[in-house]
């Protein structure tokens, strides 16, 4: 007999406080310096920061995140304040989903530009916040420092949620 299984779609949510480990570790392997989950639930619980998280889905009820995003909006701006997903899982347009749903979420809360910070030699990132809209409006010399390396540029993003 042949058993033919189609993996599930991963599925938009929004985090919950039982993610943080999981959110923690996904930053972990996604930055220099990542952040505790103590780090990552102190924003969470914040009433501007929005949080979605892309879960795994699969017959078998397994529904751990593999990716997120986290902007906060002040009055009718909003930053960016992390964006990773799980490198296993990279190059599937997961994070190109987890950007659109927040944009969704933004845009319905009536916020007019959303602005990120990212490395400018980080070309993945680059690509895609393009590809979103995203314009160069300034740029912070030296701003990341990776120890052993050379601190690199940051380049400051904006994009008008029209
Ligand atoms: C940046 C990051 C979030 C992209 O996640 P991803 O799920 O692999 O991205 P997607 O598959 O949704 O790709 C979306 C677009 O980004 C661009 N992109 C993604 N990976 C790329 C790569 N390795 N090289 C060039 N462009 C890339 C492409 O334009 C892609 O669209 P396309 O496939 O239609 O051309 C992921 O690489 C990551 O977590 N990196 C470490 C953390 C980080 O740098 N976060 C951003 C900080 S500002």
Not at 74 to 103: C, F, Q, S, Y
Not at 130 to 143: A, C, D, H, K, P
Request: net charge positive; charged share 25%; no cysteine.
């Amino acid at each position: 007999m042949i058993f033919w299984y189609e993996p599930h779609p991963a599925m938009l949510d929004s985090a919950k406080l039982s993610d943080v480990d999981d959110l923690a570790e996904i930053h972990a392997a996604s930055f220099h310096r990542g952040w505790s989950p103590a780090e990552i639930e102190a924003l969470l619980v914040q009433d501007r920061v929005i949080t979605v998280v892309l879960r795994r889905s699969s017959p078998f009820g397994t529904r751990s995140p593999i990716g997120f995003v986290m902007v906060r909006a002040t009055a009718d701006e909003a930053e960016v304040l992390t964006l990773a997903v799980n490198p296993r899982h990279r190059g599937k347009g997961h994070a190109r989903r987890l950007m659109d749903e927040a944009i969704r979420r933004l845009y319905h809360d009536r916020v007019k530009a959303l602005f990120l910070e990212v490395d400018e030699g980080n070309v993945p990132a680059l690509t895609l916040y393009g590809r979103l809209g995203f314009l160069q409006v300034g740029r912070r010399g030296q701003y990341y420092a990776a120890p052993g390396a050379k601190a690199s540029a940051a380049l400051v993003m904006r994009a008008d949620l029209t």
